[in-house]
């Protein structure tokens, strides 16, 4: 059925929240917020949708390419993807589905002052209480076992997850798993999509390591490949099988 939630929402475990789920063609956003925003969160990916379709419809390069583009005179979807292209050394449209998150989830606070977007696997979450955020890892023994505890904040965060091994989207690496904080959905995607692309099956961290020392606005990472994790920066990680 196209309106299920994907089970792993499931895990997200907020406080006083009320959910809601806004499907349209491919964006399927799980909201969470004070009350219910859908009527605008709805015409809010809309709007950004169709200006990123018209965008890429008289510039067809920028939904092709695996590496960043310069833009002039695009809409601010456009601006900001590409924006995160050049930061992480990816194609633009790595950061779509957190970029498209963090579009509504900036506009539904101005009527909550919480509020968690999902698209994807990709979030921008402004909570004042504590979430949990957890991993989804496909077939390896850490997917569902773990997940990232981050305090409450007055201030908004992203968090994304790339994957070689599970779902649809594009990637030159194997990670079962490899999941990112950021203060922005838009460049945790696209930071997300680029660690990604460098892990091995074999568990060698080595170019991950040195790639993060060259992204200084990622907060923190998990990677995941089989049996093997790799842990880096400020983060509190927590069991979900308590």
């Known amino acids: 059925m196209k309106d299920k939630k994907p089970f ?40 950004h949708r169709e200006q990123l379709k018209q965008y890429i419809e008289a510039h067809p390069e920028f939904y092709y390419s695996f590496t960043p583009l310069e ?10 993807m590409a924006e995160a292209a050049w930061l992480t050394n990816t194609g633009p449209m790595a950061a779509v ?14 009527e909550s002052s919480q509020v968690i977007v999902e698209n994807g696997g990709d979030i921008f979450l402004h909570c004042l209480n ?24 007055d201030f908004s965060r992203g968090i994304a997850t790339s994957s070689g091994t599970v779902g649809h989207s594009w990637s030159y690496g194997q990670a079962d798993a490899v999941t990112v904080v950021c203060r922005s959905a838009t460049l945790a995607d696209a930071a997300a999509t680029r660690l990604g692309n460098l892990v091995l099956a074999s568990g ?39």
């Not at 219910?36 to 809309?46: I, N, P, Q, S």
């Not at 992204?215 to 069991?239: H, T």
Request: net charge negative.
């Open 8 to 47: 792993y929402r499931t895990i997200v475990h907020p406080a006083g929240m009320l959910s809601f789920q806004i499907i349209i063609e491919e964006s399927n956003l799980m909201i969470l917020a004070e009350k219910d925003l859908r009527e605008k969160a709805r015409a809010v990916l809309w709007h």
């Open 71 to 80: 833009v002039e005179k695009a809409p601010p979807i456009v601006q900001t």
């Open 97 to 110: 589905a957190g970029a498209l998150a963090e579009a509504v989830g900036h506009s539904l606070l101005q």
């Open 130 to 153: 504590p979430a949990v955020i957890g991993i989804y890892a496909g077939n390896s023994p850490f997917s569902l076992k773990i997940g990232i505890k981050l305090p409450g904040s």
């Open 204 to 242: 060698d961290w080595s170019q991950i390591e040195t790639e993060l020392s060259r992204l200084p606005f990622v907060e923190a990472a998990v990677c995941i490949a089989g049996r093997k994790m790799m842990a880096w920066g400020q983060m509190e990680l927590v069991s979900l099988e308590d």
